[in-house]
């Protein structure tokens, strides 16, 4: 089995692929992928750079270039349910993009014709999740994600984010890669660990906690290799 595991920052695949012997990189349209062997699993990583179009590029060139048949996302989001705290997991059941807008002709927020507002992850690897968060003894919190071109640090935009998608938590590449993968046939799931809570202080606490929340949800990825 082919397996994809993306980030969009160096700091959220770094500690994966520190884990992995005899690793081989390749170079395709821009980015580093790097390929090894865990078990019996053949591992596709790669960091996207940050954002919906980048990461969809990544994703989209995993499945088809490498022949990636499930996708794990691993990283850091900013916080809208004030149950989430820095630090803590949330996988996603469904993503959305929140800067998606042609409300002008009547339509949702993020919705386009032949598209879908929500894209659902599978369903059977949020079950893995979740016996694995138990095997650990993690809490890991099921919830909406929403995606868009924007690094959130404000409150009247997260609440705004909040209300219109009932979102959980909110980042910069899950509903596109969610997009890529519905499209190709290819189960995914998104983690991310809370860096900031969105807020006035956003940009501050992602820097002090990047690195860390990042570490817990890679550690987590990992351990979900085994159960596949
Ligand atoms: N990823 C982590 N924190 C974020 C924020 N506040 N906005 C967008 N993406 C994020």
Not at 19 to 24: C, G
Not at 129 to 154: E, M, N, Y
Request: hydrophobic share 50%; net charge negative; charged share 20%.
């Amino acid at each position: 089995m082919v397996v994809g595991v993306m980030g969009a920052m160096p700091e959220e695949i770094e500690p994966i692929i520190g884990r992995l012997e005899n690793v081989q990189k390749h170079e395709v349209a821009g980015n580093t992928y790097y390929t090894a062997l865990y078990g019996s699993i053949d591992l596709v990583i790669a960091y996207s750079k940050i954002g919906k179009v980048f990461s969809a590029l990544t994703a989209a060139t995993m499945i088809e270039k490498f022949g990636v048949q499930k996708m794990l996302f691993s990283g850091v989001a900013g916080a809208i349910n004030p149950e989430l705290k820095i630090g803590d997991l949330i996988a996603a059941t469904k993503l959305c993009q929140h800067d998606l807008d042609i409300t002008a002709f009547g339509h949702p927020y993020g919705f386009v014709p032949e598209g879908k507002v929500f894209v659902e992850a599978n369903p059977r690897l949020l079950e893995i999740a979740a016996d694995v968060a138990r095997k650990l003894g993690v809490k890991l919190k099921q919830g909406v994600i929403a995606t868009g071109d924007q690094f959130v640090a404000s409150l009247e935009r997260k609440s705004w984010i909040g209300e219109t998608f009932n979102a959980d938590a909110l980042e910069m590449e899950g509903a596109s890669v969610a997009v890529v993968c519905d499209a190709l046939n290819v189960p995914f799931f998104i983690l991310r660990a809370i860096s900031d809570a969105a807020d006035m202080d956003a940009g501050f606490d992602f820097d002090t906690f990047l690195q860390s929340s990042a570490l817990k949800s890679a550690e987590f990825i990992f351990a979900m290799l085994d159960e596949l």
